[in-house]
């Protein structure tokens, strides 16, 4: 199994924190694969240049998705991912407030949800998906993917945002400031400052501060398992572990050693064996945007 980050070109990074490539070849011992996602704060064009790879939403009224390429929105909930086979998974991970700028369409409108791209850019999609089928290596793709962001950068009528600002601090900072106080620092009023955060972003700021810090605790975690809940919460900037206990159970359904006993385990990365280099790479940058 492969799960690489690949930076984008200078001219580009105001709009793709990175592709990323996701390969996974099933052996016999396991034929077949299911991966618990949590919560991240991203958003992501998907390509499954090779195989097939079915999604499960965990919501009640969910269905299970099978899109060849599609967007997914900055989720609120977990989902499951599981195939057979070969799966090759091409992604371009956006900026925060990218796909917005790319597009026109508010983030708020793809929370939650996966959007076949098909509805999004129409026919232009088959013949990305086509030269990413044909392309003869991992540097080719990425090329590939530079040349779709640039003409959809060339067609975007928006500017860079006012709000673009927050993500250039520094993580601890946001995770630990206040609603209150970014509104103030813009010069809105809370509600305005909510309701502009939610169209850029997809999801409201407490709640988009809330999955990056869970998702920091999640990283940390699985690069260093040895290390108790407390230095964990503390870490990652929660208050004590019963704050850091809550929001998993609001992300995942489960309290911490729930999860990285009885679901984390049965991921392919745990199961192939390549999570201990996946995850020591993430705890090492820790660069969410």
Known sequence: MEIKDILPSPSLSDYVKCFRVVHIHPSKEIPRFSKFYVPKPEMVLHC?????????????????????????????????????????????????????????????????????????????IKTYIDQLEHAQSRDAMVKIGESFILQLVLKSKISDLRIDEIFKKRLPELTNVTVQKLAKEYHLSEKQFKRNFIEKIGVNPKMYLNIMRFHKAYNIKNANPQWDWLKIAVESGYYDYQHLSKEYLLFTNYTPVMFHQQIEPKSPEMLLGVAKQIYDHRFKELVLF
Do not use: M
């Open 48 to 124: 499954v240049v090779k195989g097939a790879q079915e999604i499960k939403p965990t919501g009640e009224t969910s269905t299970e998705l099978n899109h060849r390429c599609f967007i997914s929105g900055q989720q609120l909930q977990p989902f499951i991912f599981s195939g057979s086979g070969e799966i090759f998974n091409f992604q371009i991970v956006f900026k925060p407030t990218a796909f917005y700028k790319l597009t026109g369409i508010p983030n708020s409108h793809l929370a939650n949800n996966f959007i076949d791209a098909h509805f999004i850019f129409g026919n232009w």
